[in-house]
Every structure is written in C-alpha cells, then in structure tokens.
C-alpha cells in the first residue's frame, strides 16, 4: 500500500516568514495530494490540493509543488501568520482519490513565533 | 449544510465496556470514512462505504471493531469490547463523489477507554 513521510515532525517560524513542509510517497500511482489543516479540538480541514497532471499550484499565500519523478511534494506558507499555527497534513490518494480512503503523513505541527 | 456530525465528542469508559461512534455525513455525499488519529500512528483509515455499503474495511486493527451505514444520513462504529489501546480520536468523513476530491471531517470523537 500508500507510504507517505512527512518532514518536519515540528516547525517554528518568526511571524512574516516562510515554512516549507516536505512530503514523500512511495506508490507511483497515486495520483491527488490534497493537504490539511488541523487545528486543536477540531477535524482536518482541506486547505489546498494537487492533481498529478500539475506540477504546482497557488491559492494566495499558500502553493503545493509536486515532482512525480522524484515522488515528493511540499507545501509552501509565505508571509506567515498567528493564524497559520497547527498541525499540518500531506495525503496521497490513488485511482479513485477521495473514493479509496487517503493516506496520511505524521503531521507538522506549525508554530508561529510572533 | 452543518457539515459531518459526530457524537459522542467525548467519551470515556472503562474496559470491556461496549462503545458506539455516531456520524452524520453531509446530505447527499455518497462516500463515508472512518479514521482513527493517536500520536504513534497518525491518522489512519480504518473502513469506508459507497452508497451504504462498506468497500474496504482491511483498516479495521481486529474483530472488536465492526461498522454500519443502515442508511445515507447515518453511520456506527463499535468497538466491543473496548481496551485502552483504543484510546484515541475517531474522525469520520465523508465526499461527494469517487475521484479526487475533498473529504469533510466532521470534529472527532476523543475516546478514552481505562
């Protein structure tokens, strides 16, 4: 089955800066990465996504790369926030995408240094 | 739409005790998931059903767990019966349609089994 690892376990950034959160999988058929947002007390919230056939895609200040070759994606925060604070997740998805269930990494907790 | 509505929040039983996680998906998706999240193990999928019928359910950790969708607007995951290494949060989630798209997670049941 789907393997993904997920780089770093915690990140702390000075407000203002950039965070990069790197991800890997390991099934070359997977073809959605979808990231999440999971704030404390509540359920993983989709933030953005990418489809196999991009290679990357921006939503404001946020962006997702992904290099199919080399099996990874990363996600990108500029010009970070207090808000951003939490715990981020990488997935993968094959064939059927949302329809088979994804997999997750560990998680990445942000932490926003004001 | 209210989203995906789990109850319990919270739950705490002791051992050998029968548990029941309730979950409403949102109204007309056809996709329904359950997860468990724990520190060790990070999110994992446990079993999810198409149409009220479970597809894949080899996330299930053993025999004590089983699930239901009687029908689109309800499911049921019991854990009977319960030990303390169940002790974590269940997520369901549910998405409109096969193919890469979204999943909703509804806010968690944290369970605690002593």
């Known amino acids: 089955g789907e393997n993904v690892e997920q780089h770093p376990s915690t990140l702390s950034v000075q407000e203002g800066d950039s965070a990069v959160i790197k991800c890997t999988y390991s099934d070359s058929a997977s073809n959605y990465f979808p990231w999440y947002k999971q704030e404390l007390g509540k359920g993983p919230q989709l933030i953005i996504d990418i489809r196999s056939n991009v290679g990357e895609k921006k939503d404001q200040r946020i962006a997702v790369t992904l290099n199919k070759t080399a099996k990874h994606f990363s996600l990108h925060i500029t010009e970070t926030q207090p808000e951003d604070s939490a715990v981020y997740f990488c997935a993968a998805s094959t064939g059927g995408g949302g329809a088979d269930g994804l997999t997750f990494g560990k998680g990445t907790h942000l932490i926003i240094q004001p | 739409d209210a989203g995906v509505i789990q109850s319990p929040r919270h739950e705490v039983t002791e051992m050998g005790q029968e548990v029941t996680l309730r979950c409403k998906p949102i109204s007309g998706h056809d996709y329904l998931f359950w997860y468990r999240q724990t520190m060790m193990r990070g999110l994992e999928l446990l079993i999810y059903?198409?149409?009220?019928?479970?597809?894949?359910d080899s996330g299930m950790p053993e025999d004590r767990f089983s699930a239901k969708m009687p029908n689109a607007s309800f499911s049921t995951l019991k854990i009977q019966p319960s030990e303390p290494r169940d002790s974590a949060v269940y997520f369901c989630?549910?998405?409109?349609?096969?193919?890469?798209?979204?999943?909703?997670f509804g806010q968690g049941t944290r369970l605690t089994v002593v």
């Open positions: 059903f198409n149409n009220n019928v479970p597809i894949d």
């Open positions: 989630a549910s998405s409109a349609r096969a193919g890469p798209t979204e999943a909703f």
